[in-house]
């Protein structure tokens, strides 16, 4: 049996349960006239890219809500998986990723349980930052 690494905020850990990744290309067709197929396909940047996965853990401390509209979770993620003898199969790396969701749970025998969310957005030139309404950057 192979293995995942999740490595987020300087820890690592691989007691991942689930793991989701979902880049979302979002594509315009463009047609002539009289014609059933597309001429041209152009790509709709930015590249939307969620992330989320299940770990198991021993304690977990939650964002304060207030500090995290202050100053929204911003930071790399990198996700490892190994086959059962620890060779590299595929590995992911997701830069300046925003955390949108985090859900803790326990069963009823003990086990404790995180679900963690991220997005990033990637333009033409590689990571693209949202704007407000003055240009700025939101998220950093």
């Known amino acids: ?23 979302n290309v979002p ?3 463009i047609y ?12 709709m940047w930015p590249i939307a890219i969620t992330t989320s996965f299940t770990l198991e853990i021993d304690r977990y ?3 304060r809500l207030r500090k995290y509209l202050k100053s929204p979770t911003v930071e790399d993620i990198a996700i490892k998986i190994n086959d059962c003898f620890g060779n ?6 997701i830069k300046d990723a925003r955390l949108l969701g985090e859900n803790v749970s326990q069963s009823v025998d003990g086990r404790l349980t995180v679900n963690l969310q991220y997005q990033s ?3 033409k030139r590689g990571l693209c930052y949202p704007l407000d309404a003055h240009g700025n950057r939101v998220w950093k």
């Open 121 to 123: 957005y990637y333009n």
């Open 27 to 29: 594509l315009s067709p």
């Open 88 to 93: 590299k199969i595929q590995n992911y790396e």
């Open 61 to 63: 401390k939650y964002n």
């Open 1 to 23: 049996q192979g293995s995942m690494i999740v490595e987020c905020a300087g820890a690592s850990t691989d007691r991942v349960t689930s793991f989701s990744h979902t880049i």
């Open 32 to 43: 002539v006239i009289g014609s059933a197929t597309a001429v041209q396909v152009d790509v």
